[in-house]
Structures are given as C-alpha cells and as structure tokens.
C-alpha cells in the first residue's frame, strides 16, 4: 500500500514537470497565437477547488487569531492551462470571500502581500523568508461575498517559468470567527500551503518565524487565486531610471535595485549588467535576470538592466546608476578596451587565472587568511601585446575604504609577453597592527604613454585591476600570555561562556577558531566578570584571548 501510494505522489509530480516541459517546446509556435488575443488587463483564476474553509492557515483571513503569516504556490503550468504562457507584469490578485468573519466590524488588518518565485514544486517544510512586498495596507474593508480584489502597489514580474510563491500576513488588534475563502484540496502527500500563526498580541504576523504549523492534511489546501496581467509587448520597451534602495551599499549588507518608469507589459525579459565605468564595458551579471536584483558590493559599481521584449527581439537599456558613497572603494577606469591586463594572481590561498579582457573584474568572492607580522609571497601575471606593464598592489590595512601610499606593494615592470610575471614577486609583510577581519586587495597592471606612478583609481588607457577579499587574523604565535595562576576562571553554564578576574578588570574577549580565524570579538567596559552567549555551542576547540585593562593577555583553550 505504501510503495502504491509513493509511486502514486511520484507520478503526480512527474506528470507536472512532464506538462511544464511540453509548454516550453510549443512556446515559440503558441505565443504568436495567444498574445494577440490579450487584453490590457487580463484576469486567469486558478484554482477550480469548490470547497470553503475558514482555516487558519489556509484562510489569510482565518480571524480567530490576532495574526497569521501564509503562504500558497501557484505552479506555472496552472497559468499555462488557462491561456497565459509569457512572461507577464502582475498587477493584482483576488482572493474569492464565502463567509464573512463576525463580529461584523471584525476586518483584517495591517495586511502585506508579498511575492516570490521557485522551482520547488510543494511548500515547506519552512516558510520561505524575505520575499519581496507588493501591497500594503492598514485595513481591508471586505463586507460583502465573492471575489476581493487587491491593487498591488508595484508591478510583480512574472519570468514565465517559475512557480509563485504568495505571501498573505497581517496583523489583526481584535479577533472573532474567521472569513472563509474558496479553495482547492489538492491529493494526499502534495503541499501548496505553509503557515505560521498565533493569537499573542505581543506578537507582529507579519514578522513571525519560519515555521510552518500546517499538518499535512490541512497544506494540501490552497485558496483559488485570481491574476491579472498587463498586455503583452509588441515592439522596444520603453526605458526607465534604475533606483536603489537606501544604504549605506558597501559594508557587505544587501540592497535592492529596481527600475522606474519603464515598460511594465507582459512578455518582457531581463538582464541585470555591471560596469566600474557610466559608458561600460558592460558586463552580463550571472543569474540576475529578474526585474529586481539584489547583491552585495565593496566597490563603488554602475547598475543598469536590460529590458528586452521577448516577441519584437528588441532591448532597451535602463539609465544607469552609480551604487557607492562612503565605505565604498574607488572604481578603476580604463579607456581602451583590450587584452593588456591581468591573467594570473597568486597571494596565500589565492591561485586565480583569468583573462585578461575586463578594464576591472570584481574577485571579492575569492579569499585568503593571512595573519598578522607574518610574509605572504604575492605574485602576478600579465598580458602586455609587446608594451610595457607596471604593475601596483594595495591591501587596505586599516580597513578605512581607502588605498593608501603607505599601503602599496610595488610589483614591477615587464615589456613584452603573454602571461608574463609582472617583473618583481613581493614579500608582503603583514603589520602588526592591521586592523583584523576582512578587508579589500586591489592589484592592478597599466601600460600607459604616461610616465606617471600607477595609482588605484585614476582612468588609464590600457591595463586592469582585480579586487580580492583578504581576512587578517591574530598571530596566536605572538600573543604575550600573562599567568595569573588562581586570578582567573573560566566556566560554561545555561547563559553561555562566563570569566572572571579577581583584579585588573577584562577590556575585551576575542574568540579564534583552531585556524587562527577571528570568530567573535567584544569590547568590555572594564568588567571583572562577563558572561557571553554569542558563539553558538557546538562542541569545538576554540582559542580565547582575554585582554585585561592593564594592556596584560590570558590565552587559553576552551571545549564549547
């Protein structure tokens, strides 16, 4: 009975990826048929369920508790079935009332909609966390039956393969009994719906966890949903402004870039590109093919999107935008677009070959740990096209976004060759006071008329700069150990890894795993005893170096 029925969800699934895979081989010939045929706004409901339910969970409205925080998969092949198979801007969605909840005055509030795209074909076992949010508002008004409309605040882009995730929470002051909503039941052992809820008025439904309550008997409803599309695009796109969310966009958090003002018909596609100069070259960034981008950077980068209409093969690039400010590295111009750069770059864990074409290749993803007052051996590689390359690196010791004089590493000159040595392999010495954690190389070859000193930033007419991610850790071989033989104690209990000092009160506590690599760090106000509960326990031996107000350190090994 068992095997039957896995075999049985099995095909279910197979059967569904099977269809998604038909669609995408008669795309090409059925799109010409079907989008002369939409509207400016076209509505598909999907969903045939018949049954109502006032569920918590299923219901978004499910008002017996305070607060709830839903989410449904629609699957693309749903769409494909009921006549739109391009890629399209959402504008709203309708959710189909059956019962109103009571009190009558009970509504739901304080509602967001958020939005998102999978390949996963079932929900959970978790939530999934920060989806996009498309519509707010601080109370629906939903007094009468049928279908209840929301006007999204911002267009949500549809690729056209992708199943949907849609996120309804809210946060209710009141409570009753629930607003029931139409819905389908899908067969045993598939989820389409994930949910957390709680009746705590402490609580916010729209920042609960993500975990997700639903047995599986009650995941396996999902509300019908109504989506409505704008009109296919039928020649170039109209450009718009690319925007960023607020910063600061340089300290490793992430932002989100947007477009304003463009064209928001169905049938669009995307392509995210990045460039350290306004007038390119533009390089394609991998993956970011979605109407919004959101990364991470240490470079001041120019943004802009591609915006192409699938069924005119016609492009439209966004105005672009410079991301930086404070915190953020210079950029490095080139004028000449060649193969005079850099092709290898060698520096502790770092073994990177690459071409040489890019006037700046951002490598930040690739790292090494070095430590403090000990020699790391840099070495480089160029191409040159028969010219002569003087190549420079800078390692931002102080961590200040800055590359400094006094923190340049000459790495020589070379005339003529292919993947040649830049002519000096340096030893860098780490200062004993580079400030620890991660922070930025840059190395940089030019071949210019001028006689001037390569420099990090300024605009050169040919060469290429690569940036690196460098972690600077404690030398624990270094470290002056003072032993206060009976002065000290250190113990684990429920709250975490507590010290004590019976005199010379502790400045500061740093945490380094085996490796040498920093691993918690905190400043203490001159405090005799201190309890952390920071550093997840997890049975690891761990360095602990204690820094005591009179400039004296205990180091010791700790089983945490």
């Known amino acids: 009975m068992n095997k039957n029925y896995n075999n049985h969800i099995q095909l279910i699934k197979k059967n569904r990826t099977y269809n998604r895979l038909i669609f995408y081989k008669i795309f090409l010939i059925f799109i010409l048929l079907v989008y002369n045929d939409l509207k400016a706004q076209d509505t598909f409901t999907i969903g045939d369920g018949e049954e109502s339910y006032n569920t918590l969970g299923v219901s978004p409205f499910a008002t017996i508790n305070r607060n709830s925080r839903s989410q449904y998969l629609y699957f693309a092949d749903e769409l494909y079935n009921v006549g739109f ?5 959402l504008t709203s969605l309708a959710i189909n009332i059956t019962e109103l909840a009571l009190p009558s005055n009970l509504k739901p509030e304080n509602i967001k909609i958020k939005i998102g795209m999978t390949t996963s074909f079932e929900m959970g076992p978790n939530l999934v966390d920060n989806l ?23 267009p949500f882009a549809w690729d056209g393969f992708r199943n949907i995730i849609v996120e309804i929470c809210r946060n209710n002051f009141d409570f009753g009994t629930s607003f029931s909503v139409q819905s389908k039941n899908f067969p045993t052992g598939e989820s389409v719906t994930a949910a957390n809820y709680t009746n705590n008025s402490a609580l916010n439904g729209c920042n609960l966890s993500n975990q997700n309550l639903l047995p599986a008997l009650i995941a396996r409803r999902r509300p019908n949903m109504q989506f409505t599309f704008t009109n296919p695009c039928e020649s170039t796109p109209s450009g718009g402004q690319t925007v960023v969310s607020e910063g600061p966009y340089c300290n490793g958090e992430l932002f989100l870039l947007s477009v304003q003002n463009g064209s928001i018909e169905s049938g669009l596609s995307y392509q995210w590109q990045s460039s350290p100069n306004d007038n390119g070259p533009w390089t394609d960034i991998p993956g970011a093919t979605d109407a919004f981008f959101e990364t991470n950077q240490s470079i001041a980068t120019y943004y802009r999107r591609a915006t192409t209409c699938d069924i005119a093969s016609s492009t439209v690039f966004d105005f672009p935008l410079l991301v930086g400010g404070e915190g953020c590295y210079c950029t490095s111009l080139v004028t000449n677009t060649n193969s005079i750069g850099i092709t290898k770059v060698t520096f502790g864990e770092i073994n990177n070959p ?25 070495s480089v590689n160029v191409n040159t096209l028969g010219g002569t390359n003087n190549t420079m690196a800078w390692i931002d010791w102080n961590q200040n976004g800055d590359f400094e004089n006094s923190e340049s590493i000459n790495l020589g000159s070379v005339t003529g060759g292919e993947d040649v040595n830049s002519g000096i392999v340096a030893n860098v010495f780490v200062p004993v006071d580079a400030v620890l954690g991660n922070t930025i190389m ?27 991610t460098i972690i600077v850790n404690e030398n ?7 032993n206060l033989n009976n002065q000290f104690l250190i113990s684990i209990n429920t709250e975490g890894i507590h010290f004590k000092v019976f005199d010379r009160a502790i400045q500061q506590i740093d945490v380094f795993d085996l490796s040498g690599r920093l691993i918690y760090s905190k400043k203490i106000s001159d405090q005799l005893e201190v309890t952390i509960s920071d550093i997840k326990q997890s049975n690891q031996l761990f360095i602990v170096n204690v820094s005591l107000i009179t400039g004296e350190k205990i180091l010791t090994k700790l089983i945490y």
């Open 476 to 482: 624990l071989n270094l470290v002056e150990v003072v």
């Open 132 to 154: 996009p949010v498309y519509y707010e508002s601080t109370t629906e008004n939903i007094t009468e039956l049928g279908w209840y409309t929301f006007e999204l605040d911002t």
């Open 354 to 378: 690459s071409l040489s074409t890019p006037s700046y290749s951002n490598f930040t993803s690739i790292q090494t740990s070095i430590e403090r007052e000990s020699m790391v051996s840099l």
């Open 85 to 89: 198979s391009i890629s399209g801007n």
């Open 442 to 468: 840059r190395v940089r070859t030019n071949q210019s008329t001028s006689t001037d000193e390569t420099t990090p930033c300024e605009s050169i007419q040919n060469g290429e700069a690569e940036d690196y």
